[in-house]
């Protein structure tokens, strides 16, 4: 599945693309230069972050949260396929209610940030 092929339209017929904007996580690959150059080249509008910014966008947590489950399957997956399997199936393990939370605690992690100047907090 490419980005260009199905991403992208999938993204646009949904929402439009004057409605999209991207947020990545400031990793270094997300702001290398062929990188940048592809969100320009393919009209994504990409939300900027500085560098060091608070991390308040709450989808790192259920990453960290699929990652550990996917870590404590045995065995672990051995194929692709069995890695889409896997991830597939354990996403939908994960309790609504732990989404409900990391969205209800945002006000709690703003406070933080704003507390800590900015600074590291205890999220």
């Given amino acids: 599945m490419s980005v260009n092929n199905h991403v992208l339209p999938t993204l646009w017929a949904t929402y439009g693309m004057d409605d999209c904007l991207y947020q990545d996580g400031n990793a ?8 940048l150059d592809w969100y320009v080249n393919n009209n994504v509008k990409r939300m900027e972050c500085p560098a060091q910014s608070p991390d308040l966008n709450p989808i790192e947590h259920l990453w960290d949260e699929l990652d550990r489950r996917l870590r404590a399957c045995t065995p672990l997956p ?15 393990e994960i309790p609504l209610a732990t989404m409900a939370n990391l969205v209800e605690s945002m006000p ?3 406070v933080a940030v704003i507390a800590a100047k900015g600074g590291p907090t205890s999220y």
């Fill in 28 to 35: 270094k690959c997300h702001v290398a230069r062929r990188t």
């Fill in 78 to 92: 051995k194929s692709k396929i069995e890695l889409r399997n896997f991830l597939l199936n354990i996403w939908k």
């Fill in 108 to 110: 709690r992690r703003v």
